[in-house]
């Protein structure tokens, strides 16, 4: 056997082995397997300076070690990173912290552990839906779904007006918000049901509908709004006069709210001869959806009060802020 074919046999083996490992979850044993058959590759091949073997064999067994057992790991290496580290990130804002804290995994992890039980994911019940519900999936749904054609769709770069009428007039945009604000008020397993119809027919028209009613702002504003702000925004949300966007992604940050670089500023200003409490936003964003027919942006960005004016800190954290599209300065 050529020099070269046993090299790459070698390199096939550890690969083949490292895959299979990792596939298991199984990290650390894939790092030796992998590394074991390199050595045993060059110990067959032979050994013209058993010095730097030797050198080279104790210092992956070191790393081995010292990187795979979680004791000495937390003990020699995190330990001293930790502190470091903590100056470099950004602060966690209270609303972060809770979402970080909030629950626990669903069946997902098992998806990461390698060995997803598949029978415990068929084993969950598909919750029922309301008579109301299936109605509206086997009614309107089905009606918009034969107005969609997906080539005609991709070719205009838009749904047809007849089809954004239908949306408006039944309310799709309102599947969760309440009905006294002129709502659907379906539950989480009928919006899914219903997106995942709509999504056979056309993908385009599936976001579309999808968006308002995950990303929008309705679900926001029922539990943080003010009853002025639920009372004007969640009828309009519903019937489709407004149509909203999440602004989070960035050029820079991509959708990694804590690393932001949109901002706002808590300052006063004269407008209209009467001093008011206001912010100054700052922002650029990028693969919204539905940003180009949006006419209410929620935006997210870093809130500071260099002055202030709130009192307490200076950085106040991420959070979020409805904008109507027209509004001066917004390209």
């Given at each position: 056997m050529s020099f070269a074919l046993a090299v790459t046999l070698?390199?096939?083996?550890?690969?083949?082995?490292?895959?299979?490992?990792?596939?298991?979850?199984?990290?650390?044993?894939?790092w030796l397997f992998a590394t074991a058959t390199l050595l045993l590759f060059w110990r067959w091949q032979g050994v013209d300076s058993p010095m730097l073997f030797n050198g080279?064999?104790?210092?992956?067994?070191?790393?081995?070690?010292?990187?795979?057992?979680?004791?000495?790991?937390?003990l020699l290496i995190s330990s001293w990173l930790i502190g470091p580290m903590k100056k470099v990130l950004p602060r966690l804002g209270d609303t972060e912290r809770i979402a970080l804290e909030a629950g626990t995994v669903w069946w997902d992890a098992e998806l990461f552990s390698g060995r997803p039980n598949w029978k415990t994911l068929l084993g969950y019940p598909l919750p029922p839906m309301s008579d109301e519900e299936q109605a509206f999936l086997d009614g309107p749904v089905e009606q918009l779904c034969d107005m969609l054609d997906d080539w005609d769709i991709q070719q205009r770069r838009d749904l047809p007006p007849e089809a954004w009428d239908f949306i408006r007039r039944e309310r799709f945009f309102g599947m969760l918000v309440p009905k006294k604000y002129g709502g659907l008020?379906?539950?989480a397993i009928a919006q899914a049901r219903i997106v995942t119809r709509i999504?056979?027919?056309?993908?385009?028209?599936?976001?579309?509908v999808m968006v308002p009613n995950s990303l929008g702002p309705a679900e926001l504003l029922l539990h943080y709004g003010t009853d002025e702000q639920k009372n004007h925004y969640l009828p309009r949300l519903a019937d489709g006069r407004e149509i909203p966007c999440f602004g989070l992604t960035g050029?820079?940050?991509g959708s990694d709210a804590a690393a932001t670089q949109s901002e706002g500023v808590v300052e006063k200003r004269t407008i209209?001869?009467?001093?008011?409490?206001g912010l100054r936003l700052n922002w650029k964003k990028r693969y919204i959806t539905l940003a180009p027919v949006a006419t209410l942006i929620?935006?997210?960005?870093?809130?500071?009060?260099?002055d202030g004016l709130l009192g307490g800190d200076e950085d106040r954290g991420i959070t979020c802020a409805l904008i109507p599209r027209d509004t001066d300065g917004i390209e």
């Open positions: 070698a390199v096939a083996v550890a690969l083949a082995l490292a895959c299979f490992w990792l596939f298991l979850g199984r990290a650390l044993l894939a080279v064999t104790i210092a992956l067994i070191a790393i081995a070690v010292l990187f795979g057992i979680p004791p000495i790991r937390r008020e379906f539950s999504s056979s027919r056309s993908a385009a028209a599936a976001v579309t050029p820079e940050a209209d001869g009467k001093e008011v409490l929620g935006l997210a960005f870093r809130l500071k009060d260099p």
